[in-house]
């Protein structure tokens, strides 16, 4: 199976484990940059739910610092808090009616299983969880080193 792409700032971190060459990793340092994508416009898109939207704005807000989310996220940051607040929707219903209905499992357990799964995927892809921000943090640029393009 391939690997996933990776970011040429990170193959200059890890001592170009891959050869490419300076010239290619130049030119895809430099396709990187142009294809960065402003912040300035932050905000829950229409129609997400109220709680959805508070936790969209908390994260956001927490996060700020780190220049961590951009408008490009905004869609799958959305998605997140969504489906957080059916998650959180689906556990008052089970604790409010219990886990069973009828003798047989309530339909919201199976529905709570599938929510986490599609929540964790989601908090790893934009790095909500702590091992995807360690991963990150091993990976991230060196605020302090030269801009040359000595690799």
């Known amino acids: 199976m391939p690997r996933t792409a990776q970011s040429a700032y990170l193959h200059v971190l890890q001592g170009n484990p891959n050869n490419k060459t300076k010239k290619e990793l130049s030119r895809r340092i430099h396709n990187e940059e142009r294809m960065q994508v ?12 109220a709680g959805a939207e508070k936790e969209f704005k908390r994260i956001v807000k927490l996060f700020e610092p780190t220049q961590l989310f951009n408008e490009a996220d905004v869609a799958e940051l959305a998605m997140y808090c969504d489906l957080l607040m059916e998650y959180k929707a689906c556990n008052t219903r089970l604790k409010k009616h219990g886990r069973e209905k009828d003798g047989k499992p309530s339909p919201d357990i199976r529905l709570k299983m599938q929510l986490s ?3 964790d995927r989601l908090a790893r892809n934009l790095g909500l969880t702590p091992t995807a921000r360690a991963s990150m943090a091993i990976n991230a640029k060196d605020e302090e080193t030269d801009d040359d393009d000595d690799f």
């Open 117 to 119: 799964q599609q929540i």
């Open 38 to 49: 402003s912040a300035e416009n932050m905000k829950p898109p229409f129609g997400i739910s």
